[in-house]
């Protein structure tokens, strides 16, 4: 009974990722597609190829958890369980939008699943991430809270100053560095002298491990131990997770034709498309099914951006206070 | 017990203190984090003990990283708590403009009305004794020109306790500005905890010549101004607004109706300052309706000098004040400075800084 039972967590854990790892790329892959119409009158920071890691955490992580993203945020808000028909209306600036058209791609939020709003300013969420914690220690709360950035965000000073804090306070929060190798367009090696991320935390007596693969099951066990011990009482941790960014820093489309970076780089990371991985693990049929559902879902969630309002004058001056 | 409560001075520090503790008792989800305020000076007393009071969780030292700090007040305020970051000068506020007018300021607004900021930011205003360009400066109107932002600024100690205890049960991010000259200014200030009225003015001289709003400290030196122009025989009327933002500008135009004339003094510059909005918040109200006469005064157009000689003319005095106004009443009289001490709260400051 048992093995039996392995095998039908197996299958739901399998097909729990496709699903959400799939939706996320065919959300990512349709704004590109519908972008040039210019529906969606904002930029756009799209994560296809990084997907792997907002799924791989956000499934080892309770409602309650706390996540706080950047401006390169779908994949995070859809992980963490975000609206998706809110999401959509958001980027096409209506009035159903999760921030009522406020806010657009940049600044997603979702706060009945505690997905905080991103920013759009390199850092800026980052000890905002860390005040939070505080307040789940303030409140001896069981939650954690996971802080999401790219590699460019380590030069900035409210990175350290936000990592010396958490270490200070012993706080339950796990920094996560999406180290893509790219700022906008530039190399971390001509941005860093210390390349090895994971080591800035480290030196801020903060355990930080260095995933490098592209293996969403193994990055989900590795993340799942490290949240364990964070909601333990364990203070935070790091965790640099490298991916790579197939698409332009901003906008629909590829960026070969730029020179700055080697069409060559991507071949690795397309080899291990973990979209491909995860959908080849699943019976055939299912896949189909459930890659059928998420097209419908997606269809549907730009149907209702579509036919969503666009907010009136009286909502320009709503909400700048409460 | 009324009596005596009615009897119960406290200065403007001793007043910002009480303000934090009651509140403290009130709410548990006000805290209080910043450099030193657990220290043995606790930020001018107005954080003292407080950490023996209420726990280290309450009250609490942080890192010199104002911020990224700032930042963590607006995390957990996100979170529901109440934080009141301290600064004990606002120049150190400009560290932090990243994490106040980017995220603070923006976050209810951004979000969809669904992500407030309860925060109060306080910093005190320097001057005398050597402060010199850095422990000086007062940027009320950087703060002003942001939506989403509250600004605060009260002068007296009955204003600053329930300015404090308003803008700690406020939902949004208040920037609490306090100046060193006037901790040791005395006033009655009630027991009880009472929050005042959010962008309410307070009239403190009624007069019918002319009508003066200081800004800050310069509140009081205004008022030294008035009583030496009553011996010349003009009536000032004199307004704290004490809120900067929102502003009360429905009470100083009312005011300016009846005197048609308007002197600003702010302690800060003049360019782009609160002097330069008030006076066209009133012209656009009045300009069609009678002819007025506005001028301001505020920093000379400098850095703030350390040498003392140099100091005394960087700021207006009551003297020049008086000065001013009477010009603006007696427009073909020769100039006309009275003689007036040095303001007793400068000439004796010594520090603590």
Redesign the interface.
């Known amino acids: 009974m048992k093995v039996i039972n392995n095998i039908k967590e197996e299958e739901n854990l399998l097909s729990r990722l496709f699903r959400a790892i799939y939706r996320i790329r065919r959300v990512e892959l349709e704004v590109a597609r519908v972008y040039p119409s210019d529906v969606i009158k904002s930029p756009v920071h799209l994560s296809v190829g990084q997907e792997f890691i907002s799924v791989a955490i956000c499934d080892v992580l309770k409602k309650t958890d706390?996540v706080f993203g950047t401006y390169r945020g779908h994949a995070l808000y859809l992980a963490k369980g975000g609206n998706l028909n809110a999401m959509m209306a958001e980027l096409y600036g209506k009035l159903d939008?999760?921030?009522?058209?406020?806010?657009g791609s940049m600044?997603l939020?979702d706060?009945s699943v505690n997905m905080?709003?991103t920013?759009a300013?390199v850092a800026?969420?980052?000890?905002?991430?860390?005040?939070?914690?505080?307040?789940?220690q303030?409140r001896a709360g069981n939650e954690v809270v996971v802080c999401f950035f790219g590699d460019g965000a380590t030069s900035e000073?409210?990175f350290?100053?936000?990592l010396?804090?958490a270490s200070?306070k012993q706080l339950p929060i796990l920094f996560v560095c999406e180290n893509n190798d790219y700022a906008i367009h530039a190399r971390l090696s001509d941005r860093a002298a210390q390349m090895d991320l994971y080591k800035l935390a480290e030196s801020h007596h903060i355990p930080a491990q260095i995933f490098k693969e592209s293996d969403i099951l193994a990055l989900r066990d590795l993340s799942n131990s490290m949240i364990n011990e964070i909601r333990s009482g364990s203070g935070p941790q790091f965790l640099e997770a490298h991916a790579y960014r197939w698409l332009e820093h901003v906008g629909p489309g590829d960026d070969w034709n730029l020179g700055y970076r080697s069409e060559e780089e991507i071949r690795k990371w397309e080899k291990e498309d973990q979209v491909e991985v995860l959908g080849n693990l699943l019976p055939t049929d299912l896949r189909l099914q459930l890659e059928q559902e998420i097209n419908n879902e997606v269809a549907e969630s730009m149907i209702f951006a579509e036919k969503s309002p666009f907010p009136s004058r009286e909502e320009l001056t709503?909400?700048?206070?409460? | 017990m009324s009596i005596n409560n009615k009897e119960r001075q406290l200065t403007y520090g001793g007043a910002i203190y009480e303000a934090i503790s009651q509140e403290m008792v009130n709410d548990d989800s006000v805290f209080v984090l910043g450099q030193g305020v657990d220290d043995p000076k606790g930020t001018l007393g107005t954080t003292l003990d407080l950490h023996k009071d209420f726990g280290v969780k309450r009250s609490f030292d942080v890192p010199i990283a104002e911020d990224g700090i700032l930042g963590v007040a607006i995390g957990a305020a996100l979170a529901g708590l109440r934080p009141i970051n301290v600064h004990i000068r606002v120049d150190f506020l400009l560290l932090c403009m990243n994490q106040l007018i980017n995220m603070a300021a923006k976050s209810n607004y951004m979000f969809g009305g669904k992500m407030n900021v309860p925060l109060v930011l306080r910093g005190a205003i320097g001057r005398s004794w050597g402060q010199g360009a850095q422990h000086s400066q007062a940027f009320h109107s950087f703060f002003m020109h942001t939506p989403g932002l509250k600004v605060v600024a009260p002068t007296f100690a009955s204003d600053a306790k329930g300015a404090m205890i308003a803008a700690i049960r406020d939902d949004n991010p208040v920037v609490y500005l306090e100046h060193r000259m006037l901790y040791s200014l005395k006033e009655h200030v009630p027991i009880e905890s009472f929050a005042s009225e959010l962008g309410k003015a307070r009239i403190l001289r009624e007069g019918s010549d002319i009508t003066i709003v200081g800004i800050s400290h310069m509140v009081v030196e205004s008022l030294r101004a008035h009583k030496h122009l009553e011996g010349v025989g003009i009536s000032a009327e004199i307004i704290d607004p004490i809120w900067l933002s929102p502003l009360d500008i429905d009470t100083i135009v009312a005011s300016v109706k009846k005197t048609g004339k308007l002197l600003v003094v702010d302690t800060a510059w003049l360019t782009c300052g609160v002097s330069s909005e008030i006076c066209i918040q009133v012209i656009e109200r009045l300009q069609s309706s009678q002819k007025i006469h506005v001028e301001r005064m505020g920093y000379e157009n400098t850095p703030c000098p350390t040498t003392k000689p140099l100091e005394n003319m960087f700021y207006p005095n009551p003297s020049l004040i008086a000065s001013k106004v009477h010009k603006m009443i007696y427009l073909d009289q020769e100039d006309w400075f009275p003689s007036v001490a040095e303001s007793e709260e400068i000439a004796k400051f010594r520090g603590p800084f």
Not at chain 1, 97 to 103: A, D, N, R, T, V
Not at chain 1, 124 to 136: F, H, K, N
Not at chain 1, 318 to 322: P, T
């Open positions: 706390v939008g999760c921030c009522g058209g406020k806010g600044h939020a706060k905080m709003g920013s300013i800026t969420s980052i000890p905002e991430a860390v005040g939070y914690a505080l307040a789940i303030y000073g409210a350290h100053e936000s010396n804090f200070l709503k909400h700048v206070y409460k």
